[in-house]
């Protein structure tokens, strides 16, 4: 799917996130107190070799999906002549600007990546902790750390790439809009059963990057929290994304609904072409 983050980038994502605290947790032997342990994932954090991990590992998530993203633009422009005008602004005008942000995203995700080893620590403390006071015993602790935390580092390192590949491709893509002046985009959800019954009623609604909608507000649900207001992809757990309106041909429907100020109003479609203005 044009504009939606291969899955191969994520699964790639998570499978080295997923490896990374396994060895932490690895690293947590026997006769180890919960500060030696909280110690020792200190200095790995910041030694120069993990440091250099937690970039590349960035990098190469960050540029695959740079690379996805120009692949779906030069698609989106293949019929058009105005879509190939704008291809061309993007890929050859804009390449520093666009270089600029591909830094900034690999960068904020190499910070995420470099909490980890503390916070596994951290987390292997708090349990120590916890269960030392209900009365147990330091060798039963320990045992139940080397079981329990691989289980846990499985389900943290899917929502970890689910969450971060999503919200970086949403990014990338605003932020490409903002480069050629597009404001406009179509909230597509994924309608994989996992999508939030108020993320399956955006699909197909009309948003502007200056406005982000409050989907939970336009679509209550009895048990549904709120999140505020967000792109699609912007919420953890979130695999919806943003297409981005840049041509006429893309307004191919005779009416869509479109947020404006919080509230869903249904425009014709020389209307929505006026709006965006494209
Ligand atoms: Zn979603």
């Known amino acids: 799917?044009?504009?939606?983050?291969?899955?191969?980038?994520?699964?790639?994502?998570?499978?080295?996130?997923?490896?990374?605290?396994q060895a932490c947790v690895g690293a947590y032997a026997k006769n180890t107190s919960a500060e030696e342990f909280e110690q020792m994932m200190r200095m790995y954090a910041s030694s120069e070799a993990f440091l250099g991990?937690?970039?590349s590992l960035a990098?190469?998530?960050?540029?695959?999906?740079?690379?996805?993203?120009?692949?779906?633009?030069?698609e989106?422009?293949?019929?058009?002549?105005?879509?190939?005008?704008?291809?061309?602004?993007?890929?050859?005008?804009?390449?520093?600007?666009?270089?600029?942000?591909?830094?900034?995203?690999?960068?904020?995700?190499?910070?995420?990546?470099?909490?980890?080893?503390?916070?596994?620590?951290?987390?292997?403390?708090?349990?120590?902790?916890?269960?030392?006071?209900?009365?147990?015993?330091?060798?039963?602790?320990?045992?139940?750390?080397?079981?329990?935390?691989?289980?846990?580092?499985?389900a943290r390192a899917k929502l970890i790439a689910r969450t971060e590949?999503?919200?970086?491709?949403?990014?990338?893509?605003?932020?490409?809009?903002?480069?050629?002046?597009?404001?406009?985009y179509i909230w597509r959800s994924t309608h994989d059963q996992r999508a939030r019954y108020s993320h399956q009623k955006m699909d197909g609604i009309i948003c502007s990057w200056r406005d982000p909608p409050n989907p939970e507000k336009l679509f209550p649900e009895p048990r549904s929290k709120p999140y505020g207001e967000y792109h699609p992809g912007d919420t953890f757990n979130c695999r919806c994304y943003p297409e981005p309106l840049v041509m006429k041909s893309q307004i191919i429907q005779n009416t869509y609904s479109v947020c404006i100020n919080g509230r869903l109003i249904i425009m014709k479609r020389s209307d929505v072409i006026r709006l965006i203005a494209v």
Not at 165 to 183: F, M, N, P
């Open 1 to 21: 799917m044009l504009w939606q983050a291969k899955r191969r980038i994520e699964q790639r994502y998570q499978n080295a996130i997923h490896d990374l605290l």
């Open 53 to 55: 991990f937690a970039n």
């Open 59 to 74: 990098e190469v998530m960050i540029t695959g999906l740079f690379d996805d993203v120009g692949r779906s633009w030069r």
């Open 76 to 154: 989106a422009a293949h019929h058009n002549m105005q879509g190939r005008e704008l291809y061309d602004l993007l890929i050859n005008d804009l390449a520093g600007a666009r270089g600029e942000a591909m830094h900034r995203m690999i960068n904020e995700n190499a910070s995420l990546i470099r909490t980890l080893p503390t916070s596994v620590a951290k987390q292997v403390s708090e349990y120590t902790m916890r269960e030392a006071l209900k009365g147990r015993r330091p060798e039963d602790i320990e045992v139940e750390i080397t079981k329990l935390f691989p289980r846990r580092s499985k």
């Open 165 to 184: 590949v999503a919200k970086a491709q949403t990014a990338l893509i605003q932020s490409d809009c903002e480069l050629i002046g597009a404001g406009w």
